[in-house]
Protein backbone atom coordinates (compact mmCIF):
# COMPACT_ATOMS: atom_id res chain seq x y z
CA UNK A 1 0.00 0.00 0.00
CA UNK A 2 2.70 2.40 0.85
CA UNK A 3 4.36 1.33 -2.90
CA UNK A 4 1.10 2.49 -4.36
CA UNK A 5 1.01 5.77 -1.98
CA UNK A 6 4.17 6.54 -3.45
CA UNK A 7 3.85 5.89 -6.86
CA UNK A 8 0.65 8.18 -7.00
CA UNK A 9 2.69 10.82 -5.69
CA UNK A 10 5.57 10.58 -7.75
CA UNK A 11 3.37 10.64 -10.91
CA UNK A 12 1.08 13.60 -9.89
CA UNK A 13 4.83 15.64 -9.10
CA UNK A 14 5.93 14.43 -12.66
CA UNK A 15 2.54 15.56 -13.79
CA UNK A 16 2.77 18.76 -12.51
CA UNK A 17 6.03 19.32 -13.31
CA UNK A 18 5.58 18.64 -16.89
CA UNK A 19 2.14 21.08 -16.93
CA UNK A 20 4.63 23.75 -16.21
CA UNK A 21 6.93 23.40 -18.91
CA UNK A 22 6.61 25.47 -21.83
CA UNK A 23 8.57 25.86 -24.78
CA UNK A 24 8.23 28.07 -28.12
CA UNK A 25 9.46 27.65 -31.56
CA UNK A 26 9.49 28.91 -34.83
CA UNK A 27 9.49 27.81 -38.56
CA UNK A 28 11.34 29.46 -41.58
CA UNK A 29 11.74 28.00 -45.12
CA UNK A 30 14.22 27.69 -47.34
CA UNK A 31 16.92 26.98 -44.86
CA UNK A 32 18.82 27.38 -47.56
CA UNK A 33 19.53 30.14 -50.72
CA UNK A 34 21.97 29.49 -53.46
CA UNK A 35 21.34 32.27 -56.01
CA UNK A 36 23.43 33.12 -59.67
CA UNK A 37 24.13 36.27 -60.75
CA UNK A 38 25.27 36.54 -64.29
CA UNK A 39 28.35 39.35 -64.17
CA UNK A 40 28.06 39.22 -68.15
CA UNK A 41 25.37 41.58 -67.85
CA UNK A 42 27.51 44.06 -65.95
CA UNK A 43 27.75 44.92 -62.57
CA UNK A 44 26.45 46.10 -59.79
CA UNK A 45 23.18 43.78 -60.52
CA UNK A 46 20.48 43.03 -58.11
CA UNK A 47 18.72 39.83 -57.69
CA UNK A 48 15.63 38.91 -55.65
CA UNK A 49 14.66 36.31 -53.32
CA UNK A 50 12.39 35.60 -50.15
CA UNK A 51 11.96 33.53 -47.07
CA UNK A 52 8.68 32.41 -45.32
CA UNK A 53 8.67 32.90 -41.50
CA UNK A 54 6.16 30.79 -39.37
CA UNK A 55 4.92 31.37 -35.54
CA UNK A 56 3.42 27.92 -35.02
CA UNK A 57 2.81 29.12 -31.26
CA UNK A 58 0.17 30.08 -29.46
CA UNK A 59 1.25 33.80 -28.74
CA UNK A 60 3.01 36.40 -30.59
CA UNK A 61 6.83 36.52 -31.47
CA UNK A 62 8.98 39.60 -32.71
CA UNK A 63 11.31 38.68 -35.66
CA UNK A 64 14.19 40.33 -36.22
CA UNK A 65 15.95 39.80 -39.50
CA UNK A 66 19.91 39.78 -39.26
CA UNK A 67 22.57 40.02 -41.90
CA UNK A 68 25.95 37.76 -41.07
CA UNK A 69 28.78 36.99 -42.96
CA UNK A 70 29.80 37.99 -46.29
CA UNK A 71 26.07 39.81 -46.27
CA UNK A 72 26.88 42.34 -43.72
CA UNK A 73 29.67 44.14 -45.78
CA UNK A 74 29.70 46.84 -48.08
CA UNK A 75 30.59 44.63 -51.07
CA UNK A 76 26.73 43.88 -50.99
CA UNK A 77 23.85 45.47 -50.08
CA UNK A 78 20.90 43.45 -48.39
CA UNK A 79 17.16 44.91 -48.05
CA UNK A 80 14.55 43.14 -46.42
CA UNK A 81 10.83 44.72 -46.94
CA UNK A 82 10.09 43.71 -43.52
CA UNK A 83 11.88 43.61 -40.78
CA UNK A 84 11.66 44.28 -36.52
CA UNK A 85 7.77 42.75 -36.63
CA UNK A 86 5.33 41.09 -34.90
CA UNK A 87 3.79 37.68 -36.25
CA UNK A 88 0.52 36.49 -34.04
CA UNK A 89 0.03 33.08 -33.31
CA UNK A 90 -0.22 30.48 -36.15
CA UNK A 91 0.32 33.51 -38.44
CA UNK A 92 3.09 33.18 -41.53
CA UNK A 93 5.05 36.36 -43.23
CA UNK A 94 6.90 36.08 -46.83
CA UNK A 95 9.84 38.50 -46.70
CA UNK A 96 10.68 39.49 -50.11
CA UNK A 97 14.79 40.34 -49.94
CA UNK A 98 16.77 42.03 -52.54
CA UNK A 99 20.77 41.49 -52.95
CA UNK A 100 22.61 44.54 -54.92
CA UNK A 101 25.70 42.57 -56.02
CA UNK A 102 28.46 44.80 -56.32
CA UNK A 103 31.64 43.13 -57.07
CA UNK A 104 32.30 39.75 -59.30
CA UNK A 105 33.19 37.45 -56.29
CA UNK A 106 31.11 34.77 -54.31
CA UNK A 107 29.81 36.10 -51.62
CA UNK A 108 28.55 33.37 -48.57
CA UNK A 109 26.65 34.59 -45.41
CA UNK A 110 23.35 34.03 -42.95
CA UNK A 111 20.32 35.88 -42.44
CA UNK A 112 19.56 34.89 -39.01
CA UNK A 113 15.74 35.37 -37.82
CA UNK A 114 15.34 36.06 -34.42
CA UNK A 115 12.19 34.94 -32.78
CA UNK A 116 11.79 36.46 -29.15
CA UNK A 117 8.84 36.26 -26.91
CA UNK A 118 7.09 39.93 -26.44
CA UNK A 119 6.49 39.57 -22.92
CA UNK A 120 7.70 37.26 -20.26
CA UNK A 121 7.32 37.74 -16.46
CA UNK A 122 10.50 39.71 -14.75
CA UNK A 123 12.75 38.17 -12.60
CA UNK A 124 11.59 38.78 -9.02
CA UNK A 125 15.15 39.19 -7.68
CA UNK A 126 16.94 41.68 -9.80
CA UNK A 127 13.87 42.88 -11.98
CA UNK A 128 15.55 42.58 -15.30
CA UNK A 129 13.13 42.18 -18.30
CA UNK A 130 13.70 38.47 -19.17
CA UNK A 131 13.45 37.80 -22.95
CA UNK A 132 13.73 34.23 -24.22
CA UNK A 133 14.83 33.86 -28.35
CA UNK A 134 15.77 31.45 -30.57
CA UNK A 135 17.64 32.05 -33.75
CA UNK A 136 17.22 30.17 -37.08
CA UNK A 137 20.27 30.83 -39.97
CA UNK A 138 19.39 30.55 -43.39
CA UNK A 139 22.11 29.87 -45.62
CA UNK A 140 23.19 31.80 -48.32
CA UNK A 141 25.69 31.48 -51.16
CA UNK A 142 25.64 33.73 -54.01
CA UNK A 143 27.84 33.06 -57.30
CA UNK A 144 28.77 35.78 -59.62
CA UNK A 145 29.22 33.80 -62.84
CA UNK A 146 30.15 35.01 -66.44
CA UNK A 147 32.67 37.23 -67.75
CA UNK A 148 32.83 40.77 -66.66
CA UNK A 149 31.92 42.89 -70.46
CA UNK A 150 35.76 44.46 -71.02
CA UNK A 151 34.35 47.99 -70.95
CA UNK A 152 31.53 49.38 -68.63
CA UNK A 153 28.54 51.43 -70.54
CA UNK A 154 30.47 54.69 -69.85
CA UNK A 155 33.30 53.75 -71.48
CA UNK A 156 31.18 52.64 -74.22
CA UNK A 157 29.24 55.90 -74.55
CA UNK A 158 32.57 58.00 -74.44
CA UNK A 159 34.34 55.94 -77.04
CA UNK A 160 30.73 55.93 -79.65
CA UNK A 161 30.70 60.17 -78.72
CA UNK A 162 34.34 60.39 -79.50
CA UNK A 163 33.77 58.38 -83.10
CA UNK A 164 31.16 60.79 -83.25
CA UNK A 165 33.09 63.68 -83.10
CA UNK A 166 35.39 62.79 -85.15
CA UNK A 167 33.27 61.87 -88.16
CA UNK A 168 31.96 65.38 -87.84
CA UNK A 169 35.53 66.97 -87.60
CA UNK A 170 36.82 64.94 -90.81
CA UNK A 171 33.16 66.23 -92.42
CA UNK A 172 33.88 69.78 -91.63
CA UNK A 173 37.72 69.59 -93.10
CA UNK A 174 36.30 67.52 -95.88
CA UNK A 175 33.88 70.55 -97.01
CA UNK A 176 36.68 73.09 -96.35
Known sequence: MKKLIMLIITISTL???????SAFGGAITPPK???????SHGLPQETYSKIVVKNPNAFPVNINL??????????IDV?????????GPGKTEIVNISFNVKEHRSYRGDILTRFELMDYAKNSSSEANIKPYIIMP?????????????LSNTAILIIVALCIIA??????RKHL
Open 79 to 87: KFDKNNFTL
Open 15 to 21: AIMIAGV
Open 167 to 172: AVLLLI
Open 33 to 39: LDIQVNA
Open 66 to 75: ILAGDLNTSK
Open 138 to 150: TKVTIMVVGEKPL
